[in-house]
T-cell receptor
Framework: NAGVTQTPKFRVLKTGQSMTLLCAQD?????MYWYRQDPGMGLRLIHY???????AKGEVPDGYNVSRLKKQNFLLGLESAAPSQTSVYFC????????????FGSGTQLSVL | EDQVTQSPEALRLQEGESSSLNCSYT??????LFWYRQDPGKGPEFLFT???AGEEKEKERLKATLTKKESFLHITAPKPEDSATYLC??????????FGAGTRLTVKP
């Protein structure tokens, strides 16, 4: 059972380039989340989805777009990368309901030069 | 403004020296308080969920408690393998989930 899989694990971009991070889960979870983690700031929510075809903004959505075309996949896009988007990105998923625990992927280390 | 604040930022303990980590929150519409453990280079792993004031949960050397404004993670007789960053998070009515900045725990043998 793979759980939550993130690709790629590492990526280096130049300012202005675009890319897409992929998150896939095989647990049939309804809810999926994208977080970024920066030193001293903990995990900050970028966007989340409560079901296929639906997305919502979190704390820090600017500069990012997301799509949830299939239940098992949640894509995070950067249209024009900026150095401020250098971070570690984590995807997470959970079952429907407000008190369910999150399952996290292993993270993507992104550097924007 | 809703906030989740963890203290201390870092904590160094000797093996066997018990202590507590704090998570205070000012959140409207709280629907659960969560504790996670994160090892370097990995994603957070779930430890506990607390739903209401007065509730307690235990797992090995860890015990989590909850009041109306804060939660504590008590570590009894810690071992070096307990070294990690401990994160707390709150769940909202709208299915959002927000995290504190974490406490980095180091346990020296």
């Amino acid at each position: 059972n793979a759980g939550v899989t993130q690709t790629p694990k590492f990526r280096v971009l130049k300012t202005g380039q675009s890319m897409t991070l992929l998150c896939a889960q095989d647990m049939n979870h309804e809810y999926m989340y994208w977080y970024r983690q920066d030193p001293g700031m903990g995990l900050r929510l970028i966007h989340y989805s409560v079901g296929e075809g639906t997305t919502a903004k979190g704390e820090v959505p600017d500069g990012y777009n997301v799509s949830r075309l299939k239940k098992q996949n949640f894509l995070l896009g950067l249209e024009s990368a900026a150095p401020s988007q250098t971070s570690v990105y984590f995807c997470a998923s959970r079952l429907k309901g407000t008190n369910e625990k999150l399952f996290f992927g292993s993270g993507t280390q992104l550097s924007v030069l | 403004e809703d906030q989740v604040t963890q203290s201390p930022e870092a904590l160094r303990l000797q093996e066997g020296e018990s202590s507590s980590l704090n998570c205070s929150y000012t959140v409207s519409g709280l629907r659960g308080l969560f504790w996670y453990r994160q090892d370097p280079g990995k994603g957070p792993e779930f430890l506990f969920t607390l739903y209401s004031a007065g509730e307690e949960k235990e797992k090995e050397r860890l015990k989590a408690t909850l009041t109306k404004k804060e939660s504590f993670l008590h570590i009894t007789a810690p071992k070096p393998e307990d070294s990690a960053t401990y994160l707390c998070a709150v769940g909202y009515n709208n299915n959002d989930m927000r995290f504190g900045a974490g406490t980095r725990l180091t346990v020296k043998p």
